[in-house]
């Protein structure tokens, strides 16, 4: 997968890349409008991460030009306004999905991979995770060696977060606001990340006879393959 | 005291002392030049009568005593007095004024006392102050008049700048603007003031661009040290190293949740969300309730939702966080196994949840960053934009606790 980043923060850029090259992804980047524009012309990416504000030039405008060269990659916006009209403007343009920083880059990843499988796979694509464990993204289904495992909606996203992002530790913030979203105050509230994550783990265990999800001692949980 | 009683209470002091005064005067100069006159009256009477005792006739000039004396006492004395003589006619006594003087006639010495009636001294008192009095009390009523008069003409556009004045706000969408009165010194007032104002709203504006600005600033440096705690979190360490990690993550969240409450804050003073359309505000609260449902139950409490269909002219995302901000307070304030309700009616939207009551006065519970001394962790910002939706939308926001039991009423308009 060709990834573009278009960030003109440098150390923010560095971290990017370095997580998404983590996860399996090809990576560029351009921290100006002009070397921006430049790479749209003459490469073909699978995905863009577009930071629309730009020392020189308004990231939507590349999202124009974009759009105007018929290309399927899909675009995430990145912004440090968390505003509704840059939101709305952006998703018009064509954009496929938004996001306010400060985020976590785990949620950026998810992300990614969401408007990916919607892109190139046409929303059709099986992750075989591994021999045993199978996630159809198109019918949100788990199942263990061909048999379905009964999931609450929750716990197929939960599922499918730990996945994506299976190199890295995730922490409870970025569990919380990725199932309940970052309107709601978590921080006083992390037993719900443990109750689900308890559950997740049982059902994953009595499938498959193997504990999937490590806990991090006081830090967060991390995917651990057989 | 106002202005006009001011003004009034020294004129009319200033009036009083000068009629007394006037009064005072009149009636001394009344009594010297009356005096005088009378004097030189009875003088040349007595002259005549002493001319008329030469010729050797007798005068019949009333109340006249001429009496001789022995020419070793017939010192030339002249006498003036005040006295007061029987009248049989009207069976009273009457203010008289007598001259008495000793005159030479062929030899012989007479004393001569003549005498005429005057209206007395006290006479001349009562009537020059009822006179007084009466011109006093008109001038009052007169004052009174006009004073009345200019009340209800020339200070009713001051009074009504003053009613503007009071209702003025800097956070207010139009710009203060006065009555032109057509008198210089307020006139010049309102100049003076509507140029403060339009300053003030300047100032105020620029600062809350600044506000939002600053907060926008502040992202990106946020998501550098969030994305960096993050990948440092990554490597094998220590415990002790670990809670650190942990530690500095919390306070990055705290501040990102600040934050982006600042900027809807700073976005609601500047009137960012104009979008003003029909919601299903039922539809909005089942959203929020359908993704804390869980979070409520997993604590044990029990949230009894009852809602009617209620379509509201609002703004569609700010409903959102005015229902989750309601409900994300009722989820952290309600004890394990507590209970809370969220109600939907025409009239507006209720949450109540059991606890503890507050620990602060209720009057500041809007307030920004009032927070309870229990739970310092949290933003103290979430009812606060709670109470900036409301006035955006001019619904009423209400707090209780009775029985145990908080409750937030939002009343709709």
Redesign the interface.
Known sequence: MKLLIIEDEPLLLGEIENYMAEHGFLCEHATTFSSAQEKIMLYHYDAVVLDITLPDGNGLELLKQLKRRGSEAGVLIVSAKDSLHDKLTGLNLGADDYITKPFHLEELNARINALIRRKSYHGHEVMQVDDALHIDTAAKVASVNGQELTLTKKEYELLLYFVVNRKRMLSHQSIAEHLWGDSYDMTDNYNFVYLQIKNLRKKLTSATGHDYIKTVYGMGYKWATP | MTLLQKTTRLYVAATALILLLAGFALFLILQASVRDEMEEELALQAELIAEDLAAGEHSHIPLTTIVEVPPEAATRKRVFGDTLVYDQVQRSAEDYYYYTDVHPVNGRFFKITVMDAYMGWSQYYTTILVVFLLMGLLLGIAGAAINYFLTRTIWHPFFENLRRLQGFSVSAAAPLQLHDTGIREFSELKEVLEEMATRSRQEYRALREFTENAS??I??P???????L??L??YPMS?EM??H??HA??G???L??MN?NL??LAKLDNR??QDIQPVDFSAVVQEHVD??G??FA??GILLEVDLMPVELAAQQ?LS??LV?NLL?NA??YTPQDGMATATLSAGGFTVTNSGEPLDFPPGQLFDRFKRSHA?P???GL?LAIVFEICRMHAWVPDYGYEEGQHRFTIRFR
């Open positions: 926008h600033e992202q990106t946020l998501a550098i040290i969030r994305s960096k993050d990948r979190a990554q415990e670990s809670e990690i942990v993550k919390v990055v969240d705290r990102t949740r982006k900027l809807l960012a969300f993704l804390m869980e979070l997993m604590r995302y959102g966080v989750s994300s989820l952290r739970r962790e949290t933003t979430g």
